[in-house]
């Protein structure tokens, strides 16, 4: 089966967040599986100069947006055995950083046209285009609306999967006609009208012949109105076109056994990890105490990932337990103001990184006890899956994927892999730590649960035959 996956970023490339750690991973997988995969991106100004510099420009066209004639290099690059097209245009992409300017309604309408009129150059002729998020959103539709009666792209069916619906890139109606080439049949409540203005990510969801999204928690969430911004309606009536796919991580690259970045490396050796423990405690300048329960947090500090319930306990918990606590992320002012002034109150006790590191996130992973994910909502969640593999326990509120990857531990059977809890409330959260530590001062219950952590399966093979399925029911629309 050949598979297209078209996204707007994607690792070793460019990445802003859990989008590109999927993009980067899982084509691989599918690989594994028999299936041909390539990936299509925007060559943006931000790709690091050695990727940028050994891409080879195959050909250059012209890609029509609404009545604008554009310049369209198709560039390639080989990663881990996977071919990789990026779409060069530098008035759309080089530029520093990749969202947020106020043309990203034109930029990305380029984009989405310029995925389909490749293919015929770059002779690849996919069985599925497997479009992700907003950015790509308007592929299933251009597909169906505009190519499908051309004989080449007859036989080519789309997936498309929400990764996060909070973004669902919304411009005004004129982006209908003016840079897509539709007509109003499209402008309604029924195809990509949302509020009288132009949902990409509603066009991916209507026009796709099947839609995935990355966990079966989440998947049933959106079709709730607190989850579903405004789009539940069509969600739930999606019925069996509608999946919830866990994701995986590259289990290669982040492998405590071989990590370049951890100071010990370790299979599941207590003392090995207490290595890495005591390591970071010196490079925090914390007190070095291997018997201190430490809890750290690797994320975009925002109130989607809890930091309100954070901020609201953690002058409790640092008051009146013996533990510490380490954060890594940059993000809302008010947060990076919080955690910066609080190292006042509690110097011995609280590390805030007010950056983004990935050799100290690997380093928080491998030498924290316990990892804090208190989410208001994660459709997946890369972050405790990481935790996990590293042996730190995640304790995670039940929503999205959390609540599919992490089993809260029974300590009269002895399963489960972290300690959970449901509502979104910041002393259930700080109860809920208090059950870890207290575990924590069990040491042979916690080696019990740790164990379960460490040795859990995440890589992206079983999730990869499952999209497997996915795109043959999609061939089959």
Same mark, same amino acid.
């Given at each position: 089966m050949?598979?297209?996956?078209? #996204?707007a970023?994607?690792n070793p490339f460019?990445k802003?967040g859990?989008l590109?750690?999927v993009? !980067?991973a899982?084509?691989?997988a ?7 995969v390539r990936?299509?991106l @925007?060559f943006?100004?931000?790709? @690091?100069? *050695?990727? +940028?510099e050994?891409?080879?420009l195959l050909?250059v066209?012209?890609?029509?947006v609404?009545w604008r004639?554009q310049?369209?290099g198709?560039?390639q690059y080989?990663?881990? !055995?996977?071919t990789v097209y ?7 992409f080089?530029?520093d ?6 043309d990203d309604g034109?930029?990305? #309408?380029?984009?989405? $046209?310029?995925v389909l009129?490749?293919l ?9 285009i497997?479009a992700h /998020?907003w ?5 299933p ?6 190519y499908r009666y051309n004989p080449?792209y007859?036989?080519i069916?789309s997936?498309?999967?929400i ?6 890139g919304?411009f005004?109606y004129?982006v209908l006609?003016?840079?897509l080439g ?6 309604q ?5 949302? %509020? ?5 990510m ?8 099947q839609? =995935?999204t990355?966990?079966?928690?989440y998947?049933?969430?959106i079709?709730? *109105?607190y989850?579903?911004?405004?789009l539940?309606g069509?969600?739930g ?5 509608l %999946?919830g796919?866990?994701?995986g991580?590259?289990?290669k &690259?982040?492998n405590p056994?071989?990590?370049t ?5 370790y +299979? ?5 990890? =207490?290595a890495?423990?005591l390591?970071?405690?010196e490079?925090?300048?914390?007190p070095? /105490?291997a018997?201190i @329960?430490m809890?750290s947090?690797?994320? $975009?500090?925002a109130?989607s990932?809890?930091?309100d319930?954070?901020t609201?306990?953690l002058?409790?918990?640092l008051y009146?337990?013996d533990v510490?606590?380490?954060?890594l992320? =940059?993000?809302?002012q008010e947060?990076e103001d ?7 109150? %509690?110097?011995t ?7 983004? &590191?990935?050799?100290?996130?690997r ?5 924290s /006890?316990?990892?804090l994910?208190?989410s208001k909502f994660e459709?997946?969640?890369?972050s405790?899956l990481?935790?996990?593999r590293? !042996?730190s326990i @995640?304790i995670?509120?039940?929503t999205? !994927? ?9 300590e009269?059977?002895?399963?489960g892999t972290?300690f959970?809890?449901a #509502?979104?409330?910041a002393?259930?959260m700080?109860?809920?730590?208090r059950r ?7 040491p042979k219950?916690?080696k019990?649960?740790?164990?379960n952590a460490?040795t859990?399966?995440y890589?992206w093979q079983?999730?990869a035959?499952?999209?497997l399925e996915?795109y $043959?029911k999609?061939s089959e629309?």
């Open positions: 050949n598979i297209l996956f078209a #996204a970023e994607a460019i802003t859990g590109a750690d993009i !980067g899982l084509p691989q599918l690989q594994k599986e028999g299936a041909d990936i299509v @925007p943006y100004k931000s790709i @690091p100069a *050695p990727i +940028r050994k891409s080879v050909k066209i012209q890609v029509q609404g004639s310049y369209c198709i560039m080989i990663e881990n !055995g996977v990026m779409i060069d245009n530098e008035y759309y080089g530029r950083g990749i969202y947020g300017y106020g034109e930029r990305f #309408a380029f984009f989405n $046209r310029a009129d490749i015929p150059v770059i002779e690849f002729q996919p069985d599925i497997h /998020d950015h790509t959103g308007m592929v539709m251009l597909l169906k609306a505009q080449f007859a036989d069916h997936v498309f999967t990764h996060n619906l909070l973004y669902q919304i005004p004129s006609g003016d840079l539709m007509d109003d049949r499209y402008f409540s029924e195809g990509i009208e949302y %509020h009288g203005n132009v949902s990409f509603k066009g991916g969801i209507v026009f796709a012949d839609v =995935t990355v966990s079966p928690t998947a049933e969430e079709k709730m *109105p989850y579903g911004y405004g539940e069509l969600l009536s999606l019925g069996d076109r %999946h796919i866990v994701n991580i590259d289990t &690259s982040y056994a071989t990590d970045y951890l100071t010990s490396n +299979r599941s050796a207590t003392a090995k990890r =207490t890495n423990k390591a970071l405690q490079e925090l300048g914390l070095i /105490d018997k @329960p809890i947090m690797v994320t $975009r500090l109130e990932k809890g930091l319930l954070v609201r306990v002058d409790e918990l009146y337990d510490q606590f380490v954060i992320g =940059t993000g809302e947060y919080w955690f910066r002034e609080a190292l006042s109150r %509690h110097s006790k609280l590390a805030a990184e007010i950056r983004f &590191s990935e050799g100290v996130a380093r928080f992973y491998a030498g /006890d316990m990892f994910m208190p459709p997946c969640g890369i405790q990481l935790a996990m590293y !042996g @995640p995670v509120r039940e999205g !994927g959390l609540n599919d990857t992490v089993q809260s531990y029974n009269f059977t002895g399963e972290g959970t809890f #509502a979104y409330n002393h259930d700080l109860f809920t730590i870890a530590l207290s575990i924590y001062n069990q219950e916690w019990k649960v740790v164990k460490i859990g399966e890589s079983v999730s035959q499952e999209y996915v $043959r999609a629309s």
